[in-house]
């Protein structure tokens, strides 16, 4: 029986994904090995590195006009794949970008049915305009998925709006970060300024613009360069006003679908699905909406998911997949015992390190000890941008110097960065204004005003957190480690931010020593193996 689906991802995010009886074995992205972020390169190259390329069935791709083809600019990729599928006696699929998107947010999910949305900063897709099918830039899609199927309800060019692009723009233009490739897309510093600014006061210029990027309507970059330079306090108003401005036009974007659609469930994906104040204020928008899920890789490195999910379902008709609680994000690889203890060996015949054997109480009592900061190293990496336990570093969201220790003496970033918490899944009713599930910290909700004060560290300036709710189902150990500490410290929570400083989230082992050592966290934990690391002193 043919059961293996490759999906390949070649532009900027490269990655590929297999699924094995429609589920997801492994999924890896170039740039946790490059240690540069967002870059492009041959997904297959990095498949056959990591995975038997001889057991792969079928291929699956996104599609990209000519010039910038597999064929056009991995002519070896191309072949390959080729000559393998020829091989195997299967075949090669080729699948729009929107397509993806929309498959990987509705086949993770857990819906029968659901309308399905992306919005991102733009990707070629085949479409249907009528009289023939065309190859077509979109930045936006609407769709109803049910059971198998995949039905486009609506698809916005790039010349209607384009959130992504114009949100690029004033991350590059007004507030003077990164964009992209290769220091990543720091559009998420901006959506945390906003919180300290007053979004009505440059609101009505932005949200005139309508998030079209053209020459005769776009935003003035210049003019609030200027004023984002003026200062600290003004930066946060242009932030505001952004935010505020693309809530509201996603908003009333999505409305005449919902009302029309009357889905009860909306799947969300797209690089703009990683705005987690929205899709946190989007759970009560729409009247008869109770559920809104978004995948856990919403951005291009998740494309190659959604194309294998698509031929799984839709073209080769398998059923879908029922997921025990949540379609898992830990899909990266897993190291074993000898190359951890082979690793650190190495580390401490330098003498750098030192290592004990330790159990997860004897974490979370360190933990709760002078200010603590400690990483953990576990099982397969998360994919996506937030590590979600397996590639942390964890810390006391009770002390209220724990924030600026850790911005300033680990991850090197902005003052304002909040961190998150990792929260029980059954505790959430008690600390948040919302109870919902949030397994891959899709939603930014409002704590209780009443428990605030318990966990200072990862409080946003108006109240609010980008939650990881856990359950065992989830990730066996980090929930049972949350279990522990919750006997320790009184709470069910634990600040939790990705395991790196600046660069990709750690993978290897190698990379886990050599982040450690460059900053000053206290402690680096082998969770499997119940090794706890320090520096040599």
């Known amino acids: 029986m043919k059961n293996k689906v490759a999906g390949l991802h070649f532009s900027h995010d490269c990655s590929f994904v297999v699924l094995n009886e429609g589920c997801p074995e492994i999924h890896l992205e170039l740039e946790r090995f490059l240690r540069i972020k967002e870059p492009a390169g041959d997904a297959l190259k990095l498949l056959s590195e990591n995975y038997d390329l001889s057991t792969v069935d079928y291929f699956s791709h996104g599609y990209e006009p000519e010039q910038w083809s597999i064929p056009a600019l991995h002519p070896y990729a191309h072949a390959l794949m080729q000559s393998t599928a020829k091989k195997n006696d299967t075949q090669i699929y080729n699948v729009g970008h929107h397509q993806c998107h929309a498959a990987n947010a509705f086949y993770s999910s857990n819906f029968d049915e659901a309308l399905v949305v992306t919005i991102d900063g733009g990707g070629w897709d085949v479409i249907n305009l009528g009289d023939q099918d065309r190859e077509i830039s979109l930045t936006a899609t609407v769709w109803k998925g049910k059971d198998r199927k995949l039905t486009p309800l609506k698809v916005f060019r790039d010349d209607n709006f384009n959130i992504g692009v114009v949100w690029s723009q004033c991350t590059k233009q007004i507030f003077g970060m990164s964009s992209g490739y290769p220091q990543g897309n720091q559009c998420g510093s901006v959506m945390a300024m906003a919180a300290f600014g007053d979004s009505t006061k440059y609101y009505d210029e932005f949200a005139s613009n309508q998030f079209v990027h053209h020459p005769h309507r776009k935003i003035d970059y210049q003019k609030f360069r200027k004023i984002a330079d003026s200062s600290e306090n003004e930066s946060f108003n242009v932030a505001a006003a952004l935010q505020k401005s693309t809530e509201d036009f996603v908003r009333n974007l ?118 603590n900061v400690i990483s953990v190293f576990s099982g397969g990496s998360e994919s996506g941008r937030r590590a979600l336990g397996n590639r942390s570093i964890l810390a006391d969201p009770r002390s209220p110097d724990m924030k600026n220790i850790i911005n300033k003496k680990v991850k090197h970033r902005q003052w304002y960065r909040p961190f998150a918490p990792s929260i029980l899944r059954e ?111």
């Open 254 to 371: 999505l409305a005449p679908f919902v009302k029309q659609e009357k889905s009860k469930n909306i799947c969300f994906s797209g690089g703009v699905a990683l705005n987690s104040v929205m899709m946190g204020k989007m759970l009560k928008w729409f009247e008869g909406v109770e559920n809104i899920y978004v995948c856990p890789v919403p951005y291009d490195g998740g494309l190659c998911i959604g194309a294998a999910q698509l031929v799984w379902h839709d073209v080769l008709g398998n059923e879908r997949i029922e997921w025990q609680d949540n379609c898992t994000p830990y899909l990266g690889k897993t190291y074993s015992e000898d190359e951890v203890t082979s690793t650190l060996k190495r580390y401490e015949d330098l003498g750098l390190v030192k290592k004990r054997s330790a159990t997860t109480c004897d974490v979370a009592n360190l933990l709760a000890e002078n200010d």
């Open 427 to 537: 505790s959430v009713a008690d600390w948040f204004t919302t109870d919902v599930s949030s397994p891959y910290m899709s939603f930014v909700l409002q704590f209780k005003e009443e428990v605030r004060e318990k966990v200072p560290a990862v409080v946003h300036a108006d109240g609010s957190a980008r939650l990881q709710t856990v359950t065992e189902n989830d990730n066996k150990w980090y929930y049972t480690f949350i279990k522990e500490w919750e006997k320790v410290s009184g709470v069910p929570i634990v600040l939790n931010t990705s395991f790196n400083d600046r660069e990709p989230i750690v993978e290897t082992p190698e990379h886990a020593l050599n982040c450690f050592l460059k900053t000053e966290i206290d402690y680096l934990y082998f969770a499997d193996y119940g090794l706890l690391v320090e520096k040599n002193s």
